[in-house]
C-alpha cells in the first residue's frame, strides 16, 4: 500500500491538530463536506458556538448598509431639472394600425389624399387636427415611417405636451426606418422633458450625425451636463462595485492562507502528535491532497454556499457530479482538484474502495479519475457512477478489462 508524503502528512497533521485545538472549525462552510464525512462514519460534532448563530444578523446588518450607501450615491447627483414637465397626459395607447397590412390601389390614393391633408394642418399649426389627420393615414399605410415622426412631432406640440405618445410613434418611425433623422430629434427631445437626460442626449447626437440640425445641435447641448454626470455617476457605482468584489475576495483569501499558517505552526509545535485518523484509514494514493489546503484560491472557493452544497451533494453520490456541468464555478473548482489530484487513481482502501476513472458515469471525464475516487471513498463505499471493481471486490481471474475514461493515459 502506497503511503502518503511528508509534505501531506505534514498538511494533514496540522489541519487535524488545528480540528482538536478549536473544534468549532468544523462548522465552517467551507469545511461542510469534511463535517458530512465525519457524520457518516459516525463521528458527534461539537454544538455550534453562539458567534456564528449571530453571523447571519450582522451579514443582514452589513448588507442594509450597503442598500442605503448606495441609495445614498445615487441621490447625490444633482440634476438641473429645469424644463424637465414629464407627462400629465394618460398613457393611453393610440392608433398604431396593422402592421401586417398590404394597400390596395383605392387605400394608396386615399392615403395620398390624407397624408396631403395633414402635412397641410401641420403647416398650420393645427396640431389636434393634423394627429387626427396623420391616424387616418397611418390606418391605411401603416408602414410609413414619416407619418409616425410626423404625428410624434405634433404631440410633442400639443398643449399640454404628450412626450411619452411621442416616444412611442418616433420608436416606431426608427424601427421602420433607422436613418430617420427627424424622429431622433424629437424623441431627444420628448425624452428631455421626460427626464431621461442619457437617453435624450443619445438620440440628438444620434439625428446631428444621420443629418446636422442646429436646432437639434441646441437640445444636445442643454443636456449634455446632466447625461455627462449620469454617466460618471455609473461609472463610479461600477468602480466601487468592482473594488468592493475584490476586497472580499483578497479577504476570503487572507482567511484561508491565516487559518493554513495557524494550523502549520501549531503542527510544527507538537511533532510528536499523532493524529487520530478515526475511520479514514488506509488513504493510499492520496498525494495530491496536500495541495487542497495549500491552495487559498481553493479554500475561498468552498466559502460560496453554492459551491459548498453542490459538493455535499457530490460527495454523498458521486454520479452526481453530472448535475453540474453546466455551472461554472462549480466545474471550475472540480476542474482544479481534478488538476492536482490527477495522480490519486480510485483512493483504494479510504472506507470502502474508490472509483477508477468513473468509468460509469456517462460521457466520462478524462483527468478526473482520482476526483472520482476521492467522492467515492468518502462515502464509504462506492457510488453508482462507480466503474467495474469500486466496491472493492476484485474481477474474476480472466476477466475483460473494462474500458475507462483513462484508458488513452495507460
Not at 500500500?1 to 498538511?11: F, I, N, R
Not at 396623420?134 to 399640454?160: D, H, Q, V, W, Y
Not at 480510485?346 to 477508477?356: A, F, V
Not at 457512477?385 to 475507462?404: D, I
Request: some cysteine; overall charge negative.
Amino acid at each position: 500500500m502506497a503511503s502518503l508524503p511528508k509534505a501531506a502528512l505534514d498538511q494533514l497533521k496540522g489541519f487535524i491538530t488545528l480540528c482538536r485545538s478549536k473544534p468549532e472549525v468544523l462548522h465552517n462552510d467551507e469545511l461542510s463536506f469534511f463535517s458530512e464525512y465525519l457524520l457518516r462514519m459516525g463521528a458527534t460534532l461539537p454544538p455550534k458556538p453562539e458567534q456564528q448563530q449571530k453571523e447571519p444578523k450582522s451579514t443582514a446588518k452589513e448588507e442594509s448598509e450597503s442598500d442605503m450607501e448606495v441609495e445614498s450615491e445615487e441621490s447625490d447627483v444633482e440634476l438641473d431639472m429645469e424644463g424637465v414637465i414629464g407627462d400629465p397626459n394618460p398613457a393611453e395607447p393610440h392608433e398604431m394600425g396593422d402592421p401586417n397590412k398590404e394597400m390596395t390601389d383605392q387605400e394608396m390614393e386615399s392615403f395620398d389624399e390624407k397624408r396631403s391633408e395633414a402635412m397641410q394642418a401641420f403647416s398650420e399649426g393645427e396640431w389636434d387636427k393634423a394627429v387626427g389627420l396623420f391616424t387616418e393615414a397611418i390606418k391605411l399605410n401603416p408602414n410609413s415611417a414619416a407619418m409616425f415622426a410626423k404625428r410624434g412631432t405634433c404631440f410633442l406640440k400639443l398643449s399640454p405636451p404628450a412626450p411619452k405618445a411621442c416616444v412611442r410613434d418616433c420608436s416606431r418611425a426608427i424601427e421602420l426606418n433607422p436613418d430617420n433623422a427627424s424622429a431622433y430629434k424629437f424623441r431627444g427631445r420628448a425624452n428631455r422633458l421626460l427626464g431621461k437626460f442619457t437617453e435624450a442626449a443619445k438620440d440628438l447626437s444620434t439625428a446631428c450625425k444621420i443629418d446636422f440640425d442646429e436646432k437639434a445641435d441646441e437640445w444636445l447641448k442643454e443636456v449634455q451636463p446632466n447625461a455627462k454626470k449620469l454617466a460618471e455617476h455609473q461609472r463610479r457605482k461600477e468602480r466601487k462595485a468592482t473594488e468592493k468584489e475584490l476586497e472580499e475576495k483578497k479577504e476570503r483569501v487572507k482567511k484561508a492562507k491565516e487559518a493554513r499558517e495557524k494550523a502549520a505552526k501549531e503542527a510544527k509545535e507538537r511533532p510528536d502528535q499523532e493524529p487520530d485518523m478515526g475511520g479514514m484509514g488506509g488513504m493510499g494514493g492520496m498525494g495530491g491532497l496536500g495541495g487542497l489546503f495549500s491552495d487559498p484560491e481553493m479554500m475561498a472557493a468552498f466559502s460560496d454556499p453554492e459551491v459548498a452544497a453542490a459538493f455535499k451533494d457530490i460527495s454523498s453520490n458521486p454520479a452526481n457530479i453530472m448535475k453540474y456541468q453546466n455551472n461554472p464555478k462549480v466545474m471550475a473548482l472540480v476542474n482544479k482538484m481534478a488538476s492536482k489530484m490527477g495522480g490519486m487513481g480510485g483512493m483504494p482502501g479510504m472506507g470502502g474502495g474508490g472509483m477508477p476513472g468513473m468509468g460509469g458515469m456517462p460521457g466520462g471525464f478524462p483527468g478526473m479519475g482520482g476526483l472520482g475516487g476521492m467522492f467515492g471513498g468518502m462515502g464509504g463505499g462506492a457510488g453508482p457512477g462507480a466503474g467495474p471493481g469500486a466496491g472493492g471486490t476484485p474481477p474474476p481471474a480472466g476477466a475483460t478489462k473494462p474500458p475507462t475514461s483513462t484508458d488513452d493515459l495507460d
